[in-house]
């Protein structure tokens, strides 16, 4: 990775904040995804990630602050719309279409940007091109041989995996997981490890993560930056984080106490 | 060939619908030049019943479209079908419209309702819409049966004296009722068919299986349930307007809750989703109804209870959907029982 090139950035968020009440769970963090780069953010339960995932993909309406994409701001633009610039977005609670197939799961995430959803009196199989990028995402992520089956019949691990096909198919920019290993038994972990390092590298594609399992975060991110109490404790390279000593000492738990001292 | 096998059940039901009339003749040793001479007899007077469990059928399918496609529950829906019935009635009587033009205002009228109710769309979900809908009907149920309109719409007693069309008049002209009747219940069964195998069906089944993700797909799901409600409207509107055409009083109670309920138990006893569980569940409800009260008379409500009761215990999914579930192991059982009779009879000889 050449961090002397200046990258693109390709979504960041400004100031951005989010009180619950007297709680404020996004305390004004700004952050900056560069292309073609995978980001995680990590940090303890609580620490406002997945709220801030939310904003984002205002799935959450922010209490101040702006989300920009590509120079564009997209705060508070409708949810339907976020997909149409080529954001996709996976949910930490498995978001997926419980009874219907796993191919029609996938075939209609790769219907949705198209230009056929109105065409009331042709039927679904008439246009091709959305069952062969289904196929061709199913394949990507290993589900071929379950792709008839109801998508609530799958073993958690593999819901995961179709969800992210999901996002994949309509060919997105960047693809925002929120743990896509969350509830994952360990040794189906590196396989997930392995999709997401692929989808990146032959999709060209950027890559936000929200992740608990430091591991995976450690060995696959370019960039990281650490959430604590809603705030931005700190960035950098996986290296960078590793060497620091108040993410150390966050994880030990013992800033905790520190911060909320202040 | 493929085409035939493929659809001999629905094939099959077309057939012998379309010569139920002169079976019903024969079997009332009635000739058939008096059949259909429109001479009375059972053969008559059971093409009326079929006409009116088609328009059930009619008005549960655009119902099984509404709630079982894409989720949205309306306590209002007998809106559709009233407005429809009152529409196309008030056009031919009081406007002395001819029939095409009636039935371009019903369409008119089920679209405008269909807007109506989509102004609530985006703000309620779930139950809050169902009683939106049912706040809807009740006011124009008030409105429809208030004296003020008694001139108009008969007020509490309905809709008299409609002037219907010599071709399809409804006790002159039966038979040819019966076949427009039968015809258009088929084409708007085939027409939702495709519909929901179409791109914009898909959409309506993933808003009802979990319309958060649809939306984040990037589907804008309020375009997708006001076509939904547009073409339920519609065929809704449309199903009043031949009630309208065929009852001698559009009666005010066709805007209740009642009304809407019985779409609602129609698509129960069918299997909700289905499209064509709404089509066996109106004859089920219908004939069910009709044989109790001639057989038990005023008792019939109660075995019906009980019979609706007994339905959803043992086939939660409703006819056509428990079917679905179990048509393969059923199939299989009932294979493994022909294998076992075959291999008996081989060893006997």
Redesign the interface.
């Known amino acids: 990775m050449s961090d002397d090139v200046i990258m693109e950035i390709i979504l960041e968020s400004e100031q951005l904040r989010k009180e619950f009440g007297a709680l404020v769970a996004v305390n004004d963090v700004s952050i900056k995804i560069r292309r073609h780069t995978i980001h995680s953010i990590i940090g303890a339960n609580g620490a406002g990630k997945t709220t801030f995932f939310n904003l984002l993909t205002n799935n959450v309406e922010p209490t101040a602050g702006r989300v920009i994409f590509k120079g564009r701001d997209i705060t508070r633009l409708p949810l339907h719309r976020i997909a149409h610039l080529g954001i996709g977005r996976s949910f930490q609670i498995t978001n997926i279409f419980p009874n219907l197939t796993v191919l029609e799961n996938v075939r209609l995430a790769a219907q949705a940007l198209g230009k056929d959803n109105f065409r009331l009196l042709d039927h679904h199989r008439h246009f091709q091109r959305y069952e062969e990028r289904a196929w061709q995402v199913i394949r990507q992520v290993g589900l071929t041989e379950r792709a008839r089956m109801p998508a609530r019949t799958l073993p958690h691990g593999d819901q995961r995996k179709l969800e992210v096909g999901m996002i994949l198919a309509p060919d997105p920019e960047i693809l925002l997981l929120d743990e896509p290993t969350s509830g994952m038994a360990a040794e189906f972990v590196p396989e997930m490890i392995g999709l997401i390092r692929q989808i990146h590298r032959t999709g060209q594609k950027t890559i936000l993560l929200v992740e608990h399992n430091m591991g995976l975060v450690m060995s696959i991110s370019d960039y990281i930056t650490v959430m604590h109490q809603g705030q931005i404790l700190a960035e950098g390279t996986p290296e960078q984080i590793a060497a620091n000593q108040v993410v150390q000492s966050a994880y030990l738990g013992r800033l905790g106490w520190q911060v909320s001292e202040q | 060939m493929k085409i035939l096998r493929d659809h001999s059940t629905f094939l099959a039901v077309v057939v012998f619908l379309i010569a139920f009339p002169f079976l019903m003749a024969l079997l009332d040793g009635q000739s058939i030049g008096a059949m259909l001479a429109g001479q009375s007899g059972n053969s008559k007077f059971y093409q009326g019943l079929l006409i009116e469990i088609f328009i059930l059928g009619i008005f549960a399918l655009s119902y099984d479209l509404l709630f079982g496609i894409t989720g949205l529950l309306s306590f209002g829906h007998a809106m559709f079908f009233a407005v429809g019935a009152y529409t196309a009635g008030l056009a031919l009587k009081s406007l002395k419209l001819p029939l095409p033009q009636t039935l371009g205002l019903v369409i008119l009228a089920g679209i405008a309702q269909a807007l109506l109710f989509s102004i609530v769309l985006p703000r309620v979900k779930g139950i809050t819409f169902a009683l939106v809908t049912l706040g809807f009907a009740s006011v124009f149920h008030i409105v429809i049966m208030s004296h003020e309109l008694n001139d108009l719409a008969g007020g509490d007693v309905g809709l008299q004296n409609i002037p219907k069309p010599d071709y399809l008049d409804p006790a002159a002209q039966r038979l040819t009722f019966y076949f427009v009747a039968l015809a258009f219940t088929i084409l708007v069964y085939l027409f939702y068919r ?2 929901v ?7 309506c ?2 808003i009802r ?2 319309e ?10 309020f ?2 349930k006001l ?1 939904a409600l547009i ?1 339920s409207g519609i065929t809704a509107a449309l199903g009043g307007a031949l009630h309208a055409l065929y009852q001698p009083i559009v009666s005010p109670v066709t805007a209740s809750l009642a009304y809407t309920v019985n779409a609602l138990l129609i698509i129960l006893i069918g299997g909700v989703g289905t499209l064509s569980g709404a089509l066996v569940g109106a004859a089920v409800f219908r004939l069910l109804q009709f044989f109790l009260d001639k057989f038990f008379g005023e008792s019939s409500s109660f075995i019906l209870g009980v019979v609706y009761v007994a339905l959803v215990l043992f086939l939660p999914y409703g006819i056509i959907g428990t079917w679905r579930a179990h048509r393969l192991e059923w199939q299989a059982a009932w294979r493994a029982r022909f294998a076992r009779v075959a291999t008996m009879l081989n060893r006997k000889t």
């Open positions: 495709r519909f195998d179409s791109p914009t069906g898909r959409v089944i993933a299986e979990n958060h993700r649809a939306q984040m797909l990037g589907y804008n799901t375009y997708f076509v073409v």
